[in-house]
């Protein structure tokens, strides 16, 4: 079975700065994806950034980048520049290629201080 | 990404009723999928939704509590059956994106059972 483990439930950073939250994940799988939702207030689920199991470069958008270490399965996410309407709780999720079912770690709460 | 709505945004409804929750998305997508997401907690799949067939649950998750329609490729519905405070939680529906491996997610629906 896949897990995914954040393993920090809150985050506080200053506004300009930069935050890097943490998520580690188990599995067998060799074909999957990996993905970081935002959830603000309103309880949207924003997609901020995508990364598939088989590149080795790491994805980027915009202040959103990761750090992927496959072998140690492990998939963080560093924003630059924290901006206040960054403030929101932070999934790590996991998608098996076959399923295409989301998997989701418990999350992080990050708070952009002005 | 495909716009996807809800209807209801919120609702309270009273223990041993049922609601039915909707979900519309403004393009065909082949893939639909109902989470759960309880208070201060993180998302959990209930069921894919499957046009034209039965959906496929999660354990843990049954029919006769959470039945669910799908009649065409842009319309899902979920019912939360003979309700109880329990099921207070945020209903949440998302689709794959069209030739990508991603899910996009709806609006939530906030229930409240007294």
């Known amino acids: 079975a896949q897990t995914v483990t954040q393993s920090q439930p809150e985050m506080s950073v200053q506004e300009a700065e930069t935050v890097t939250l943490s998520c580690t994940y188990d599995?067998?799988?060799?074909?999957?994806?990996l993905f970081w939702y935002k959830q603000p207030p309103s309880r949207q689920m924003i997609l901020v950034i995508r990364q598939e199991a088989y590149k080795q470069q790491n994805a980027t958008e915009n202040r959103f980048s990761v750090n992927f270490q496959k072998a140690a399965k492990s998939f963080s996410l560093k924003i630059s520049d924290s901006q206040l309407g960054d403030t929101a709780m932070y999934f790590c999720?996991?998608?098996?290629?076959?399923?295409?079912?989301?998997?989701f770690g418990s999350g992080t709460r990050l708070l952009v201080r002005p | 990404s495909a716009v996807i709505s809800q209807k209801p945004s919120r609702d309270i409804c009273q223990r041993g009723t049922s609601l039915t929750i909707q979900c519309q998305v403004d393009?065909?997508?082949?893939?639909m999928f109902w989470y759960r997401q309880q208070p201060g907690q993180s998302l959990t799949l209930i069921a894919t939704?499957?046009?034209?067939?039965?959906?496929?649950?999660e354990s843990g998750f049954v029919i006769d509590k959470f039945p669910i329609s799908r009649p065409n490729l842009t319309f899902s519905t979920l019912t939360v059956s003979n309700m109880s405070p329990e099921d207070s939680s945020i209903y949440l529906c998302s689709v794959k994106g069209t030739g990508v491996e991603t899910q996009y997610f709806g609006p939530g629906t906030r229930l409240l059972v007294l």
């Open positions: 393009s065909q997508v082949t893939m």
């Open positions: 599995t067998s799988e060799s074909n999957y994806y």
């Open positions: 999720a996991f998608m098996v290629d076959s399923s295409y079912k989301l998997i």
């Open positions: 939704a499957n046009q034209g067939s039965e959906a496929t649950y």
